[in-house]
């Protein structure tokens, strides 16, 4: 409809978050939110066009076989339309030229980054630049970590954001670059968004456990050169109200808990340049 923002979660196939993602997107503004099958996009029983911003949510896509999102990454790239006869990743890419938003989380910034979503240095979509493998503590790792914010970053969703408090889920966290000139463009364009930090949101940390996998320069999420593109280990939307924080009946905290406004930063974006 228009004037209404529109915002499809994935959900299928070992995803586990699509409900929390769906609600934070609907605390963040979004008028209209649809969680669908991940056969049924990659089918042609639904489609992208006429919605503004695709949300990965976090989970263990097909039990994250051949590597974290890997499998799924594949199917992305040569799924085809069953009644158009079109490509799925022909698709994707006509959303991304349309100016319009993608939010991956955890799992889903997995697939982002096999999918070469994120960096897409010089626009190049489908070339895969950096990744996401086992945390150097070789153990799955849910804890909450200290994230400080890159101001200077052209993330659409990071926009006003200092510093953030937000738990991580998993077993394959450890960000790494294709080499040192990807991770030099990197830090040059400004498109990590995100660093692990201590408590006092300093510096960039490679401490275990502050830093729980062992990501390079502390990297916790990317954008692409739009900053529209983003992904990011840990998860918003799982701090969503205060009760979700754990020290909440020991602290005083504001009753929005700090997740809600990655997706608010997503919907007031859409509003302004989209509709």
């Known amino acids: 409809m228009a004037g209404k923002v529109k915002v499809i979660v ?43 911003l695709l949300c990965l949510p976090g989970g263990f ?16 790239r040569h799924a085809t339309r069953a009644f158009s006869g079109e490509r799925f990743w022909d698709e994707l890419m006509r959303f991304i030229a349309e100016g319009k938003l993608i939010f991956g989380i955890c799992n889903g910034f997995q697939l982002m980054a096999k999918l070469g979503l994120v960096p897409a240095l010089g626009g190049r979509y489908g070339e895969q630049e ?9 153990r799955f790792e849910d804890r909450w970590v200290h994230l400080k914010v890159n101001t200077e970053s052209p993330c659409v969703f990071t926009k006003g954001l200092g510093k953030v408090y937000l738990p991580v ?24 968004c995100l660093h692990y930090t201590d408590e006092r949101y300093r510096e960039a940390t490679m401490e275990y456990p ?3 996998n062992g990501s390079v320069e502390g990297v916790a999420g990317i954008c692409d050169e739009t900053g529209r ?37 997503a919907v007031g974006y859409i509003r302004e340049h989209l509709l």
């Not at 934070?24 to 489609?47: F, M, P, Q, R």
């Not at 754990?246 to 406004?261: F, N, Q, S, Y």
């Open 130 to 138: 950096v990744t996401l493998t086992f945390n150097d503590s070789g």
């Open 229 to 265: 593109i983003f992904g990011l280990m840990p998860h918003p939307e799982a701090y969503l109200h205060r009760t979700h924080h754990p020290r909440w009946t020991r602290e005083e905290l504001p009753e929005e808990g700090g997740g809600v406004a990655f997706f608010r930063n």
């Open 10 to 52: 994935l959900a299928g196939n070992g995803i586990n978050c699509e409900y929390e993602t769906a609600h934070a997107s609907k605390l963040g503004g979004a008028d209209t939110i649809d969680t669908v099958h991940i056969n049924e996009l990659l089918g042609g029983g639904c489609v992208l066009e006429g919605y503004h």
């Open 61 to 76: 896509l097909d039990g994250d076989d051949l590597g974290a999102a890997k499998a799924c990454a594949n199917r992305f």
């Open 210 to 212: 502050l830093n729980p």
């Open 169 to 192: 889920r998993h077993g394959e966290g450890k960000f790494i670059t294709a080499g040192p000139s990807i991770a030099r463009q990197l830090t040059e364009k400004g498109l990590v």
